[in-house]
Structures are given as structure tokens and as C-alpha cells.
Antibody, heavy 122, light 110 residues
């Protein structure tokens, strides 16, 4: 079935970087955009950015510009999210989610990964 | 402060009808791009409603969308205990070239 499988939990020190993965299966990898969304403990959902696995183009949330990079590997149907200069405010569950249209009236995140917990501590 | 405003909480008894509002306060967001997601604590969000009251396969028709002006509301009829969750509206922001989320509404089934 269509699914996104995310990498395991990470514990990082302040100032470090983290690279998370999201492996797609059960559907044509390059047909769907992938969003990254995070959720701090007890908080709401925050959109981080989107990547088009077909050409690799990306758009990032302005609040994370310069710290976040999203890439993809079409040979393994995997999307990666790299976040640098981690602070305590980056402690969160990170989700990937797919979207066929990737923008406009028909966008929707219809399949989600189970999430990866990232803990940043000193 | 999000450009999508939701009430922090809502409640209803089993079998009742409840509506959760999502008010759009930005001209860069079209009301017809509003989606609704359900999140049971400890699990990933799940798509409930998208694109003018469409439901993914498996979502019961007890869940519906109504729109009025700059507000899009999620309506749940025949409330059930398993509907207890946090509900988020989200919409596409053309100025960000990405979606924004409302703050979430915690629904309690009494």
C-alpha cells in the first residue's frame, strides 16, 4: 500500500545538524510532492517546506530559510530533510506527507509518515 | 498569530452535531483551498476533507465542510467517542507558496 516510512528518533546537541529520511513506497515516487511538517511538544503543526521529487525543486518556509535543505534520491524513492544550527526550539516530531498537486486549489497532504522525534538538548 | 483562526476547544455529546470554524484573515488565501486534518494524540495527522467538501476513501460522510465568506467550518454529525481528537484546518497561502495551519481545535466527546 501507499506509505511513507520515516527514519528513527534522533537526539542532538544544540548547534548540531540532523538529517531525516522519508522513504516512499506503493506509488510512483516522482508523481507526488513531499511536504515536511513539524510539531513541537504540545503545539500545533508548522509547515517547513516542500520538494518536487521529479526535478528536485524546493520551497522552504521563510522562518527556516538558510537552515533547511530538502533533497531526494529517485533511485531509492527517498526524500531527505537536513536542518542545521539546531536549537531547543527545534525539538519536535517531524512528519513527511505527500501531495499530488503541490499547490493551489487542489493541494492536500493525503498520506503521512508516522513521524520522527528529534530532541535537541544541551 | 496564524492567518487561520480556530477555537481552541469544542465539545459535544455522543450522537450530537458539532461544527468547528476556521476563519481566514489573509487575502493571499483562497477559501476553496482549505483542508481539514484530524490528529489523535500520539499519531500522525490524517486528511479528513479537501477541495470543496471532498473526503478521502474511508472517511465517513458524517464529516462535511461548509463555507461562508471567509470562514470554512468542519461539521461532524452523529458524534462518536472515536472522534475525540485535535482538528486542524490548513490552506494554501500564495504569498508563502506553501500551506498554513490553524492553531488546532481539541474536540471532546462528553
Amino acid at each position: 500500500q501507499e506509505q511513507l516510512v520515516q527514519s528513527g528518533a534522533e537526539v542532538k546537541n544544540i548547534g548540531a545538524s540532523v538529517k531525516l529520511s522519508c522513504k516512499a513506497s506503493g506509488y510512483p515516487f516522482t508523481n507526488f510532492y513531499i511536504h515536511w511538517v513539524r510539531q513541537a511538544p504540545g503545539q500545533g503543526l508548522e509547515w517547513m517546506g516542500i520538494i518536487n521529487p521529479s526535478g528536485g525543486s524546493t520551497t522552504y518556509a521563510q522562518t527556516l530559510q538558510g537552515r533547511v535543505t530538502m533533497t531526494r534520491d529517485t533511485s531509492t524513492s527517498t526524500v531527505y530533510m537536513y536542518l542545521s544550527s539546531l536549537g531547543s526550539e527545534d525539538t519536535a516530531v517531524y512528519y513527511c506527507a505527500r501531495d499530488y498537486y503541490g499547490s493551489g486549489s487542489y493541494w492536500k497532504m493525503d498520506v503521512w509518515g508516522k513521524g520522527t522525534t528529534v530532541t535537541v538538548s544541551s | 498569530q496564524s492567518v487561520l483562526t480556530q477555537p481552541p476547544s469544542a465539545s459535544g455529546a455522543p450522537g450530537q452535531w458539532v461544527a468547528i470554524s476556521c476563519s481566514v484573515s489573509s487575502s493571499n488565501i483562497a477559501i476553496n483551498t482549505v483542508n481539514w486534518y484530524q490528529q489523535v494524540p500520539g499519531t500522525a495527522p490524517k486528511l479528513l476533507i479537501y477541495s470543496n467538501d471532498q473526503r478521502p476513501s474511508g472517511v465517513p460522510d458524517r464529516f462535511s465542510l461548509s463555507k461562508s465568506g471567509t470562514s470554512a467550518s468542519l461539521a461532524i454529525s452523529g458524534l462518536q467517542s472515536e472522534d475525540e481528537a485535535v482538528y486542524y484546518c490548513a490552506a494554501w497561502d500564495d504569498s508563502l507558496n506553501g500551506p498554513v495551519f490553524g492553531g488546532g481545535t481539541k474536540l471532546t466527546v462528553l
